[in-house]
């Protein structure tokens, strides 16, 4: 059979008229924008988009400022979790946890176990769980009547980075190409097949939808930019080509069910065996050095900027992997424009039309908004394979706002990257649409774009479409080329925010925006802005806000990556959490608490809202095998209520 009459998009539903079926149809249109605009887990399908238009402008304005006052459903139905410094996974009362797959876990019963002593070939690697999980999409299967399979699910997963101390037996820096083999295989994207079983999601092993895409797995490169003089090297002399993806932080999710993963820190993978190499313009703003992090260079050339200067040219980009079609290449989707990217969080306008939301994860960078040309067509889904590499790339100016400390608002503006508009000239540099994007950054400082203090995750709320950014601490905020502005109002931002835009629509150029939450630690600072914003207190305190993303009912779930040390300026915060918000009311809860040393990152929702994923990513003491000699692995959870409830509620 082939793979694509098993996935979700099937045109019998069309025709298939009886009640119950229309029902049906309505609730997956219905899931379809919650998918949208909230977590990776909630399915996209037909693309309905039935809260947009006067509806949403209504509802927008109605719910505009948060903190009115204005009478709401309570939404957060779960108690406060204290903060914690204990090697262990905290819940609130009622809840429990399965871990679902950790770093080295065999995706097929051929390949060895994971080994605590570090001697896993990179053989080994190509085929387990990847290391260090990040964001992550639940795919549901459908029937051929389009009804969710609530059993059956494929979860794609990205797999950041690799620590050498835990990677290799001696824990050393990369020594030969075998090394850095193990490495790349160690980074990518673990695409998944999972199974619900009396109730309970599990991996399902031997699964023929079980797929590493890592940092050696050939992809195409697509759109404005593929086959640019900057995208050619020696090895891929087309430039359309590329090898591999690495350094995947976090994702998104396509109405047409692709996933998104977003290439984050790819500058630390290259260096230089020519220390005297000048590197230009470009390349020092994307963060690119002759010495290296990764230490790759000197055992596999192409990441050796003195030998192949455009490989990094194939990294930095946004790249769609089908997950049902294990034989598909992935595509870098150059429309997509090239920086840290760091999440991707799709929805579409009334009209059909695509939008995503990108945020670039370095201190002083953008925020990004990509409208597609051509609309998504739920009924011909081959037609909307490349609909990502046709449209409108913008990057977010925001004005000073009112200069309200802890909960400053303003107006911003949506400034278009197109090749000889806006200053994008060949006066000002820029030669073509490709070098435009190859060279987004740039051309985002040409036209006058608000560096912000570390873009990370953007979610779109499903019930109004407002659309929240985490701000994560930027600790260069108030140095002379980066003073305070509107949505990063303090100085040595140690703690963060999240931010918070509305726009008439999703393609608009315009927006009113706010802080939503300024974190801060009222307990250390009582009297001054590092107290944070008003919802924040001695008992849900917390800094570094990084994942975000909404469930269906709206509340905001907020993840942690930040200080854990729980001393001076944290204390009081404990280990990296999880938050849950209440966007109408403002309150904030504490979630969860992860293991020691761990950053909280990636979450999904089974499609009954009744199981929720949650990634640790990095922990250091003795989770999740708590081995005597044993090695701390990133670990992928699920989460449900012990009376089997909507998380949350
Ligand atoms: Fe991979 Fe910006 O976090
Ligand atoms: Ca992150
Ligand atoms: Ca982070
Ligand atoms: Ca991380």
Known sequence: MSLQNEQHINSDLLDDDTPT?????????????????????????????????????????????????RAARPLLGFQNVPASTADQVVLPAGYEFRNLISWGEPLFSNVPDFKHDGTNTSEDQELQFGDNNDGMCFFPFYNKFGRIDPDRALIAINNEYTNYEYLFSDGRQPSSPDDVRKALAAEGVSVIEVRRRAGRWVFKRDSRYN??????????????????????????????????????????????????????????????????????????????????????YPHNERFDLAKHPNEANHFGWIVEIDPFNPDSTPVKRTALGRFKHENAAVTTTQDGRVV?????DERGEFI???????????????????????????????????????????????????????????????????????HARLAGSQVGATRMDRPEWIAVSPINGQVFC?????????????????????????YGQILRWEEPNPAALTFDWDLFIVAGNPAVHPEDPYDGSENINADNMFNSPDGLGFDEAGRLWIQTDGDDSNKGDYAGMGNNQMLCADPNTGEIRRFLVGPV???????????????????????????????????????????????????GA
């Open 356 to 360: 995503v939301y990108m945020g670039d």
């Open 470 to 494: 985490t701000l994560t601490n930027n600790s260069r905020r108030g140095s002379a080329d980066m003073p305070v502005n509107g949505p990063n109002p303090r100085a040595n931002n140690i």
């Open 211 to 296: 797929r590493r895409v890592h940092g050696n797995v050939m992809m195409d490169i697509k759109g404005p930019a593929a086959g640019h003089d900057l995208l050619r090297t020696s090895v891929e002399l087309s430039g359309k080509r590329a090898r591999g993806t690495f350094q995947n932080c976090s994702s998104g999710q396509t109405p047409w069910g692709t996933y998104l993963t977003c290439e984050e820190n790819f500058n630390g993978c290259f260096g230089s065996t020519d220390k005297n190499i000048k590197l230009n313009a470009a390349q020092k703003r994307y963060g690119l050095s002759a010495n290296s992090d990764n230490n790759w």
């Open 597 to 647: 040393g761990c950053e909280v990152t990636g979450l999904s929702f089974s499609p009954d809202y009744k199981t929720m994923f949650v990634g640790f990513q990095h922990p250091t003491g003795g989770f999740p095998d708590y081995l005597p000699n044993g090695r701390p692995r990133s670990t992928v959870i699920a989460i449900t209520r012990r009376d089997g409830g909507v998380i």
């Open 368 to 438: 990004y908004k990509f409208v597609s040309d051509r609309r998504y067509n739920p009924n011909t889904p081959l037609a909307n394979r490349d609909i990502l590499d046709h449209g409108t790339l913008y990057v977010a100016k925001f004005d000073d706002g009112d200069g309200d400390v802890n909960h400053p608002k303003g107006r911003g503006q949506w400034i278009e990257l197109t090749y000889g508009k806006n200053g994008l000239t060949k006066a000002n540099g820029f030669n073509s649409q490709a070098e435009v994007l190859i």
């Open 21 to 69: 079926d229309l029902e049906r149809i309505v609730n997956l249109k219905r899931r379809s924008f919650i998918g949208a605009g909230a977590l990776c887990g909630a399915a996209f399908f037909l693309g309905g988009n039935l809260l947009s238009g006067n509806a949403l402008a209504s509802q927008v304005s109605q719910a505009a400022r948060g903190n009115s006052g």
